[in-house]
């Protein structure tokens, strides 16, 4: 069964960055697309970045140009670079396949201050 392990969330200020990972266990990795989700206080979970296994990569619109999904395939591991934070960006976030079919991990915990 595919474990995902998230890391690397925080609290920063507003215009800060961070860079979160997930890493999967499995030999599932390469060959399925993978996305970043997040899930808001109060809100539904929502997929913000996914990556095809052959490295193409779809944005929702809040985050183009600020977010940067990326993938290792030797690690098993999939990143999202996240720049400009804004506090809307508060949330946690998640990774899991694109459409998500495994079960989920913990999530990392981001918050933007203002």
């Known amino acids: 069964q595919v474990q995902l392990v998230e890391s690397g969330g925080g609290l920063v200020q507003t215009g800060g960055s961070l860079r979160l990972s997930c890493a999967a266990s499995?030999?599932?990795?390469?060959?399925?697309?993978w996305g970043w989700y997040r899930q808001a206080p109060g809100k539904q979970r929502e997929l913000v970045a996914a990556?095809?296994?052959?490295?193409?990569?779809n944005y929702v619109d809040f985050v183009k140009g600020r977010f940067t999904i990326s993938r290792d395939n030797a690690k098993n591991t999939v990143y999202l670079q996240m720049d400009s934070l804004k506090p809307e960006d508060t949330a946690v976030y998640s990774c899991?396949?694109?459409?998500?079919?495994?079960?989920w991990g913990q999530g990392t915990q981001v918050t933007v201050s203002s």
């Open positions: 499995g030999s599932m990795f390469r060959m399925s697309a």
């Open positions: 990556i095809g296994n052959g490295g193409s990569t």
């Open positions: 899991n396949t694109d459409p998500f079919r495994v079960p």
